[in-house]
Each structure stands twice: as structure tokens, then as C-alpha cells.
């Protein structure tokens, strides 16, 4: 109960700075979910108004069950890792991680790299 009720938190956070973004004028809102494992965390921000989400994980079985349990019109699985899907990083407003990036080395020199 306490794991999916941090998703909530999670949301809230990743809501308030899309919705204070001045993107939010003019177009739909791109995130990049890097480490989505089973989709549970990419479902629950697909339904704030405008965004579309790429989400990666490096395990195709986590992205079959993300496909299959936590699919909606505004995201898009994808088996990658992150080495490889780094390079488009710049197209997207907002790239959100939870639990992945300590993981993966050089992972948290990605914050400071990518931060707006």
C-alpha cells in the first residue's frame, strides 16, 4: 500500500511543474519515463491534460506487461536502454525517473545534465 501510495506524491509533483510550465500554452507536453519497469507509474501520469509519454525500460518483459496491464493512447513502451535512447533526450519538456537512474552508471549525472 505505502509503494503505490508514493506514486500519488510522485504525480502531484511531476502535475504542478507540468501545469506551472509555459509550454502548457501552446502544445502538448513530451515526457520521456526513463526506467517505466511495469507501467504502473507511466499509467498515472498519462492522464494529466496533455501530455504524450515515451516510457523506456531495459527489460522486455517489463514492457510487455506495461503494454498489456497499463496501456493508454498517450504512451508509448519502448525496450531500450538508456545509453541508447539518451541521445534523444532534448526532444522531450520533461524526463521523470523513479527508482531507476541509481541503478545505471553515470545514471545521476543525468539530473544535473538535463536539468531546465
Do not use: W
Amino acid at each position: 500500500m505505502r509503494h503505490k501510495s508514493s506514486y500519488k506524491i510522485f504525480k502531484k509533483i511531476i502535475e504542478a511543474d507540468i501545469l506551472n510550465s509555459p509550454l502548457m500554452l501552446n502544445q502538448k507536453i513530451k515526457i520521456l519515463y526513463i526506467g517505466c519497469g511495469t507501467g504502473h507509474g507511466t499509467f498515472m501520469l498519462s492522464d494529466i491534460l496533455g501530455v504524450e509519454i515515451t516510457a523506456i525500460d531495459i527489460s522486455k518483459e517489463s514492457i510487455i506487461y506495461a503494454e498489456q496491464n497499463y496501456g493508454a493512447s498517450n504512451i508509448q513502451y519502448i525496450k531500450s536502454d538508456l545509453v541508447s535512447f539518451i541521445k534523444k533526450a532534448e526532444e522531450y519538456d520533461h524526463i521523470v525517473s523513479r527508482h531507476a537512474l541509481e541503478h545505471i552508471e553515470g545514471g545521476l549525472a543525468l539530473n544535473l545534465k538535463y536539468k531546465k
